[in-house]
């Protein structure tokens, strides 16, 4: 949907470096999540977070890092921890509460050499 | 946590026959189930989505069907067309969990003219 936008779309990193993932969406959503994306694995949920200022892990959580510093945005953080990071990194977004469809932003592919 | 499973995981039809694509899960407690569209290098999107107190749901020329006892869900597209290619991700939410998605690992429909 027009209303998450992740940034960049293409980022190459050295292994070593952290960097971060940008997630900002303007549907007013409480809740917002980090999947990764790898081929014949669906999407894997790596963090998420329900309210401001408040987060937690999900299946994957090791070697990343978040923020919920304001409701609009939601970054990750992909540490040098991260012994896999090469992936496709979706952000969403939903109204809280149960029944509540997500909302995908464009996702970033994360390449690390 | 929850455990979904799709099945199968590659699909071909011929335009204008019917695909059916499976999933199931474990949590009983789970009564959200969203399917989302995926074209190459696009993000997901939601086609339809069916809640534990509707046995099915349709919308043109996509079904969903849920059965809370056997605890399986499937959705049904007929008249197949090229453009229904792209992967397909079923999904459970509501349960213990609450607010987290658990998605199937995806299946590759091709509709071959």
């Known amino acids: 949907d027009g209303g998450i936008t992740q940034s960049p779309k293409y980022l190459f990193r050295k292994e070593g470096q952290n960097v971060t993932l940008s997630c900002e969406q303007n549907?007013?959503?409480?809740?917002m999540y980090w999947y990764r994306q790898d081929p014949g694995q669906g999407l894997r949920l790596i963090y998420y977070?329900?309210?401001?200022?408040?987060?937690q892990k999900g299946d994957i959580a090791e070697g990343y890092s978040v923020s919920r510093e304001k409701k609009e945005s939601f970054p990750l953080t992909v540490t040098s921890a991260q012994k896999n990071p090469t992936a496709f990194y979706l952000c969403?977004?939903?109204?809280?509460?149960?029944?509540?469809?997500?909302?995908f932003g464009n996702g970033t592919r994360l390449t690390v050499t | 946590g929850e455990n979904v499973e799709q099945h199968p995981s590659t699909l071909s039809v011929q335009e204008g026959d019917s695909a059916v694509i499976k999933c199931t899960y474990s949590?009983?407690?789970?009564?959200?189930f969203p399917w989302y569209k995926q074209e190459l290098g696009k993000r997901p999107q939601l086609i339809i989505d069916?809640?534990?107190?509707?046995g099915e749901k349709k919308d043109q020329r996509i079904a969903v069907t849920l059965n809370k006892t056997a605890k399986h869900f499937s959705l049904h597209i007929t008249e197949t067309q090229p453009e229904d290619s792209a992967v397909y991700f079923c999904?459970?939410?509501?349960?213990?969990?609450?607010?987290?998605?658990?998605f199937g690992t995806g299946t590759s429909l091709t509709v071959i003219p």
């Open positions: 999904a459970a939410s509501g349960g213990w969990s609450g607010n987290q998605f658990y």
């Open positions: 549907l007013n959503h409480d809740a």
């Open positions: 949590d009983s407690a789970s009564n959200y």
């Open positions: 069916i809640r534990s107190n509707v």
């Open positions: 969403a977004s939903s109204i809280q509460g149960n029944n509540s469809p997500l909302h």
């Open positions: 977070s329900q309210i401001v200022n408040d987060f």
